[in-house]
T-cell receptor, first 117, second 112 residues
Framework: AQTVTQSQPEMSVQEAETVTLSCTYD???????LFWYKQPPSRQMILVIR??????QNATENRFSVNFQKAAKSFSLKISDSQLGDAAMYFC??????????????FGKGITLSVRP | DAGVTQSPTHLIKTRGQQVTLRCSPI?????VSWYQQVLGQGPQFIFQ???????GRGNFPDRFSARQFPNYSSELNVNALLLGDSALYLC???????????FGSGTRLTVV
């Protein structure tokens, strides 16, 4: 079974600074997708960024980028120029590829990010 | 376009009662999944439906059931509620050829 581990329960960053959130996963599959989701107090899970395992290039979305280390099964999220609106819970998630309509997400426990003004 | 909508947003039930939660996916999305998120934890997969058929089930007791309707909306039913069923229930939909899911804002269920 696939597992996703987020070992840091909380992190804090100064506004405008950079922060990195860690995630490791375990799988025997060679092809899969990895995601970072943000969950603000409004509760809605918002997709921040995704990475396809077959791509060596790290994904980037504006201020958000990942460091994907497939051999180490590590998938960290870097937030640059942190803003107050970035404060939320962040979840790392895994999904197997090529599963057709059966494609559940496996989530980590999440990390609470606070941003200091 | 409207996002994934869930109803109700909050509800309180008594132990032993039954509850039905509803989800309307994004227009055109045929896949709907349900997740349970206990406070302080990550969401846990409950069910996935595609084209009105169950395509996946998580490690939940038979008290949990779901269905998908011809318009792709979905219901999650939980019978014989336990205190431990108190959680945020999230619905997510996905287009057929898409990597990621779009989530609704969830239903907060409190069992007393």
């Amino acid at each position: 079974a696939q597992t996703v581990t987020q070992s840091q329960p909380e992190m804090s960053v100064q506004e405008a600074e950079t922060v990195t959130l860690s995630c490791t996963y375990d799988t025997s599959e060679s092809d899969y997708y990895l995601f970072w989701y943000k969950q603000p107090p409004s509760r809605q899970m918002i997709l921040v960024i995704r990475q396809e395992a077959y791509k060596q290039q790290n994904a980037t979305e504006n201020r958000f980028s990942v460091n994907f280390q497939k051999a180490a099964k590590s998938f960290s999220l870097k937030i640059s120029d942190s803003q107050l609106g970035d404060a939320a819970m962040y979840f790392c998630a895994y999904r197997r590829a090529h599963t057709g309509a059966n494609s559940k997400l496996t989530f980590g426990k999440g990390i609470t990010l606070s941003v200091r003004p | 376009d409207a996002g994934v909508t869930q109803s109700p947003t909050h509800l309180i039930k008594t132990r032993g009662q039954q509850v039905t939660l509803r989800c309307s996916p994004i227009s055109g999305h045929k896949s709907v999944s349900w997740y349970q998120q206990v406070l302080g934890q990550g969401p846990q997969f409950i069910f996935q439906y595609y084209e009105k058929e169950e395509r996946g089930r998580g490690n939940f007791p038979d008290r949990f059931s779901a269905r998908q309707f011809p318009n792709y909306s979905s219901e999650l039913n939980v019978n014989a509620l336990l205190l431990g069923d108190s959680a945020l229930y999230l619905c997510a939909s996905r287009a057929t050829v898409s990597y990621g899911y779009t989530f609704g804002s969830g239903t907060r269920l409190t069992v007393v």
